[in-house]
Structures are given as structure tokens and as C-alpha cells.
């Protein structure tokens, strides 16, 4: 049975920092991604992993604040978020998806399997 579990999430002031954390079992994925989903609008790519080159892509919105990175041995993909706004605020979902596809901008019928989410909240 496949499973993403993320975990990480919760409150943090304008600023500040979290690390999401995306457990992975039960298969192997070529791309790991997360994508957001804020009140009222739909669910947008933040940034993807390649789980064996470990090229990583990210949305406008977030370089040079977030970054992805992987630990294999651990089947665990991570977003460290840095100096996070409140319109980072939203339900982050980990994604994965089997086989490798060009592209750096993912969307969401691009992926597989998806975690349930958690969610992040950034105050003023």
C-alpha cells in the first residue's frame, strides 16, 4: 500500500521558518513534488524533486526561500521554508509521481499518489 505522510506543518510568525517532512512507502517514485492549496483557490505546484538526479524545481513564488531536498535512505523528501509570508499559508500536500516526465512546472494531474496534507500558517 502506497503511503505520503507529511508532517511538519503548524503556526509560525511572518518570517520565520518550518521544515515539511514527506514520508514514502510502499513503491519507489521518479519525481516528488508539493504543492499548496490556499482558502478559495485551487492547488499550485511549490516544487519538485527528481529522486535520482536530485534536480529540483520550484515555483516563482518561493526561490530563493524554499528549497527540496531528499534523504533515500529514509524514502523522505523535505521543504525547508525560509522567511515565510502570509500568503504562504495553505494545506501542503506532498505528491509523487512513477515515472520521469520533462517539465519544471508541475501540475496536479501530473502526479500519482498524494499525501493528505498539513497546514501552515503564517501571521502577521
Known amino acids: 500500500q502506497v503511503q505520503l505522510i507529511e508532517s511538519g506543518g503548524g503556526l509560525v510568525q511572518a518570517g520565520g521558518s518550518l521544515r515539511l517532512s514527506c514520508a514514502a512507502s510502499?513503491?519507489?517514485?521518479?519525481?516528488m513534488a508539493w504543492f499548496r492549496q490556499a482558502p478559495g483557490k485551487e492547488r499550485e505546484f511549490v516544487a519538485a524533486?527528481?529522486?535520482?538526479?536530485?534536480?529540483?524545481y520550484l515555483a516563482d513564488s518561493v526561490k530563493g526561500r524554499f528549497t527540496i531536498s531528499r534523504d533515500s535512505a529514509k524514502s523522505t523528501v523535505y521543504l525547508q521554508m525560509n522567511s515565510l509570508k502570509p500568503e504562504d499559508t495553505a494545506v501542503y500536500y506532498c505528491?509523487?509521481?512513477?515515472?520521469?516526465?520533462?517539465?519544471?512546472?508541475?501540475?496536479?494531474?501530473?502526479?500519482?499518489?498524494w499525501g493528505k496534507g498539513t497546514l501552515v500558517t503564517v501571521t502577521i
Open positions: 524533486i527528481r529522486w535520482t538526479s536530485t534536480n529540483t
Open positions: 510502499g513503491r519507489t517514485f521518479s519525481i
Open positions: 505528491a509523487a509521481r512513477i515515472t520521469n516526465t520533462y517539465g519544471s512546472n508541475w501540475h496536479t494531474s501530473d502526479m500519482d499518489y
